[in-house]
Structures are given as structure tokens and as C-alpha cells.
Nanobody, 125 residues
Framework: VQLQASGGGLVQPGGSLRLSCAAS????????IGWFRQAPGKEREGVSC????????FYGDSVKARFTMSRDIEKNTLYLQMNSLKPEDTAVYYC???????????????????WGQGTLVTVSS
């Protein structure tokens, strides 16, 4: 299983970015998958996850209505469209497979989750 995240960069507040996560060695719909982020000095948090079990999608409270996760099954790629970005969105963003998520209620990594290498998003003027 390999995950390759890309698309990070420097953007001004209010701007947009789209992150991509190319998967290989498995199909995206084989597992529950998602995006996490970790800001300097803070714990990792779940941004958005989609459940293989019930098809539900979770969004963290801080990103609801601004971020949208999608999948392209043919390209085996996961996306995170981020709009109306804020300085507090600055973090390293990771995609992960084999996560805990259900009912759109929670989104957490498992001990055996597979991780991409992370891509840095900096929101600053």
C-alpha cells in the first residue's frame, strides 16, 4: 500500500487549494480513507474521512462547509478541495487508509493505518 500526497503550498487567506492523494497497491474503495492534519505544536486531527462500511463522510467542525473530499475511482486518487482558507488551516496534511470512521461522527487513525508522506499547506498573507 502506498499513498502519495501532493498539492500543498502557500496561499493567502480566503484562497483555495486542492490536495491530491494517489493510491497504489490497493483500490480506494477497499478501505475507509481520509485526510488528517497536524499543525505545529498541536495534535493530529481528522479533517475528513469516508467510511467503507456505511459510505458516510466525516468533516471536522473547523472545516465543514469549506472543505470537500472526493474520490476518482478510475484514477485511484483521493482529493481534498479546500476553500476559504484561514491561517489556522496551516498544517501538514496527510492522507491515510484503514482509518476508523462511521456514521460521519468520527475520523481517527488505526494502529495499522497506512500514511502518505504529508504535504504542507501554509495560509498566510
Amino acid at each position: 500500500v502506498q499513498l502519495q500526497a501532493s498539492g500543498g503550498g502557500l496561499v493567502q487567506p480566503g484562497g483555495s487549494l486542492r490536495l491530491s492523494c494517489a493510491a497504489s497497491g490497493f483500490k480506494l474503495d477497499d478501505y475507509s480513507i481520509g485526510w488528517f492534519r497536524q499543525a505545529p505544536g498541536k495534535e493530529r486531527e481528522g479533517v475528513s474521512c469516508i467510511s467503507k462500511v456505511d459510505g458516510s463522510t466525516f468533516y471536522g467542525d473547523s472545516v465543514k462547509a469549506r472543505f470537500t473530499m472526493s474520490r476518482d475511482i478510475e484514477k485511484n486518487t483521493l482529493y481534498l478541495q479546500m476553500n476559504s482558507l484561514k491561517p489556522e488551516d496551516t498544517a501538514v496534511y496527510y492522507c491515510a487508509a484503514r482509518v476508523w470512521t462511521y456514521g460521519g461522527i468520527y475520523c481517527r487513525p488505526r494502529p495499522n493505518s497506512d500514511w502518505g508522506q504529508g504535504t504542507l499547506v501554509t495560509v498566510s498573507s
